[in-house]
């Protein structure tokens, strides 16, 4: 058939972007038309996002796929969990707050004694992250916003309202709120009642590849369209989008999606709702064509960006990033590893609390050599993503009892080849890096699809991003018992 060519809006903690996403017979090509900054605003001691901010970056970059392009759809995917709340009228009631605000700190726990950590493991098969949506609606009770809600709206949900007015819950997105049931496909009513959250204002749920809407005559106008170009839903949740765009060639594969988080699991299709997956805290969310995202967050490329951040707060000179991680390359290797996952990580750096002095904290606590210059920093943090996902990719595949032959990695830190060779020595598997928009690239896959592509399945549209794009390969060396490195952490 004849080219389809979307927009792919792809939101990350640290940066959005706009792309134009071209699918062809001859393959899949992807193009940057605008990409912005983005990070929590802190308000007193409260994190938010500055949500009108952002709609205006995303008008800005469909705009410009507009003006360089025919346009034949659009999908939006974001970080997961966060969202806005409407009144009646239909207007957003405040900022929306980031995940990382500290007001869900001990909610977890508590919700847990409430409904059960089991029963609620059993119904939606989620990981206990801190702020999970269940504990940030949890944390509002009470609350004046909360009480004038009428609905709730996931982020890229709520982008896609104001383009369409169309109200609706992305179900891969939906599935990371804890508050949607695996096992029944509807959100589980049952639980948020229980805990005194307003279920009601729980939109309808919609699947990844149906339409969102036509975009409102005022938003067409302004971005310049005449046509009726559709929003599309994709998998919402970039997490789900990165995974549609893994390379993989056969079943055998386990992946990290390496961003400010990096997701470190398979694709299966059920989820593992064990009890031995709980203890783990696995989480089972849900991926476009109903498959499962069997995975673990891992704190990820986070804890060196903000590291990094308060290096240039304080002027440290010297640090650049690209430099900086080859220094890293060449110092000590696993001097010091510490546990990427501890909760103190989570939080951004601040002035009064910055992030190297949380790492050096907890590398003393850990009776480990403490690590002070960036050089030093830097490299324990890679060593210690390298053994977390040693760990995480093993664990999956014995809850799961699946066999890996291969890592896959996606996203931007599947450009760091130092800590893609450590990852392929941690695993003892081969790496395969690479796409670095993954999250860009399965969204414009599955626009492409609902917009009439020939791709049937997620193996048709990974053999698509095979055929466009070089994987770089990175053989394990075995220099290094990962396990006794394991064992320092875990
Ligand atoms: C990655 C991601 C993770 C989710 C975290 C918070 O960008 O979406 O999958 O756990 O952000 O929303």
């Given at each position: 058939?004849?080219?389809?060519?979307?927009?792919?809006?792809?939101?990350?903690?640290?940066?959005?972007?706009?792309?134009?996403?071209?699918?062809?017979?001859?393959?899949?090509?992807?193009?940057?038309?605008?990409?912005?900054?983005?990070?929590?605003?802190?308000?007193?001691?409260?994190?938010?996002?500055?949500?009108?901010?952002?709609?205006?970056?995303?008008?800005?970059?469909?705009?410009?796929?507009?003006?360089?392009?025919?346009?034949?759809?659009?999908?939006?995917?974001?970080?997961?969990v966060?969202?806005?709340?409407?009144?009646?009228?239909?207007?957003?009631?405040?900022?929306?707050f980031?995940h990382r605000d500290p007001r869900t700190d001990g909610l977890a726990a508590k919700v847990a004694a409430e409904v059960?950590a089991?029963?609620l493991?059993?119904?939606?098969?989620?990981?206990q992250l801190p702020f999970n949506t269940i504990y940030q609606l949890a944390a509002a009770r009470g609350t004046?916003?909360l009480?004038?809600?009428?609905?709730?709206?996931?982020?890229?949900?709520?982008?896609?309202?104001?383009?369409?007015?169309?109200?609706?819950?992305?179900?891969?997105?939906?599935?990371?709120t804890q508050l949607?049931?695996?096992?029944?496909?509807?959100?589980?009513?049952?639980i948020a009642?229980?805990l005194g959250i307003?279920?009601?204002?729980?939109?309808?749920?919609?699947?990844?590849?149906?339409?969102?809407?036509?975009?409102?005559?005022?938003?067409?106008?302004?971005?310049?369209?005449?046509?009726?170009?559709?929003?599309?839903?994709?998998?919402?949740?970039?997490?789900?989008?990165?995974?549609?765009?893994?390379?993989?060639?056969?079943?055998?594969?386990?992946?990290?999606?390496?961003?400010?988080?990096?997701?470190?699991?398979?694709?299966?299709?059920?989820?593992?709702?064990?009890?031995?997956?709980?203890?783990?805290?696995?989480?089972?969310?849900?991926?476009?064509?109903?498959?499962?995202?069997?995975?673990?967050?891992?704190?990820?490329?986070?804890?060196?960006?903000?590291?990094?951040?308060?290096?240039?707060?304080?002027?440290?000179?010297?640090?650049?990033?690209?430099?900086?991680?080859?220094?890293?390359?060449?110092?000590?290797?696993?001097?010091?590893?510490?546990?990427?996952?501890?909760p103190?990580?989570l939080?951004?750096?601040?002035?009064?609390?910055?992030?190297?002095?949380?790492?050096?904290?907890?590398?003393?606590?850990?009776?480990?050599?403490?690590?002070?210059?960036?050089?030093?920093?830097?490299?324990?943090?890679?060593?210690?993503?390298?053994?977390?996902?040693?760990?995480?990719?093993?664990?999956?595949?014995?809850?799961?009892?699946?066999?890996?032959?291969?890592?896959?990695?996606?996203?931007?830190?599947?450009?760091?080849?130092?800590?893609?060779?450590?990852?392929?020595?941690?695993?003892?598997?081969?790496?395969?890096?690479?796409?670095?928009?993954?999250?860009?690239?399965?969204?414009?896959?599955?626009?492409?699809?609902?917009?009439?592509?020939?791709?049937?399945?997620?193996?048709?549209?990974?053999?698509?991003?095979?055929?466009?794009?070089?994987?770089?390969?990175?053989?394990?060396?075995?220099?290094?018992?990962?396990?006794?490195?394991?064992?320092?952490?875990?």
């Amino acid at each position: 058939g004849t080219a389809v060519r979307v927009a792919a809006v792809d939101l990350g903690a640290t940066s959005g972007r706009v792309m134009s996403g071209r699918i062809s017979a001859s393959g899949i090509e992807i193009n940057q038309m605008h990409r912005f900054p983005n990070g929590a605003v802190r308000v007193g001691s409260s994190y938010f996002w500055d949500v009108l901010g952002i709609h205006r970056e995303v008008l800005t970059g469909i705009r410009e796929v507009a003006r360089s392009g025919p346009l034949h759809g659009i999908g939006i995917d974001s970080w997961a969990v966060d969202y806005g709340l409407l009144d009646r009228d239909g207007q957003l009631l405040g900022n929306p707050f980031s995940h990382r605000d500290p007001r869900t700190d001990g909610l977890a726990a508590k919700v847990a004694a409430e409904v059960g950590a089991a029963e609620l493991y059993a119904c939606t098969g989620i990981q206990q992250l801190p702020f999970n949506t269940i504990y940030q609606l949890a944390a509002a009770r009470g609350t004046a916003a909360l009480e004038a809600a009428e609905t709730l709206l996931l982020l890229p949900d709520l982008l896609g309202y104001w383009l369409t007015g169309s109200i609706g819950a992305e179900r891969t997105n939906a599935s990371t709120t804890q508050l949607y049931d695996a096992r029944s496909g509807e959100w589980a009513t049952e639980i948020a009642r229980r805990l005194g959250i307003p279920w009601g204002i729980l939109p309808p749920l919609r699947d990844p590849g149906s339409m969102v809407g036509p975009l409102l005559p005022h938003v067409a106008q302004e971005l310049g369209l005449t046509a009726d170009v559709p929003v599309v839903a994709v998998g919402s949740h970039d997490t789900a989008s990165a995974v549609v765009a893994v390379p993989a060639e056969t079943g055998r594969f386990a992946y990290i999606s390496s961003g400010t988080w990096s997701l470190v699991g398979l694709e299966l299709d059920q989820p593992v709702l064990t009890e031995a997956a709980r203890l783990a805290d696995f989480t089972n969310e849900l991926g476009v064509d109903g498959t499962t995202r069997f995975l673990k967050n891992v704190m990820g490329l986070w804890v060196l960006s903000e590291s990094l951040r308060s290096w240039s707060d304080r002027r440290f000179r010297d640090v650049e990033l690209r430099s900086l991680i080859t220094q890293a390359g060449e110092f000590d290797p696993q001097r010091t590893v510490i546990d990427i996952n501890d909760p103190r990580l989570l939080v951004p750096s601040s002035a009064a609390d910055p992030m190297p002095e949380r790492i050096a904290a907890l590398a003393a606590e850990a009776g480990e050599p403490v690590p002070h210059s960036p050089v030093a920093i830097t490299r324990c943090i890679i060593d210690s993503l390298a053994v977390a996902y040693r760990r995480q990719v093993r664990t999956a595949a014995e809850l799961a009892d699946v066999p890996v032959e291969v890592v896959h990695v996606v996203g931007g830190g599947s450009q760091n080849e130092i800590l893609c060779q450590l990852t392929a020595d941690a695993c003892g598997l081969p790496v395969l890096a690479g796409p670095v928009e993954a999250a860009a690239l399965g969204n414009v896959l599955v626009q492409g699809r609902a917009l009439g592509a020939d791709l049937p399945d997620l193996a048709a549209m990974r053999a698509l991003v095979r055929r466009s794009y070089e994987v770089r390969r990175y053989e394990p060396r075995d220099s290094v018992d990962w396990a006794v490195v394991e064992s320092r952490v875990f």
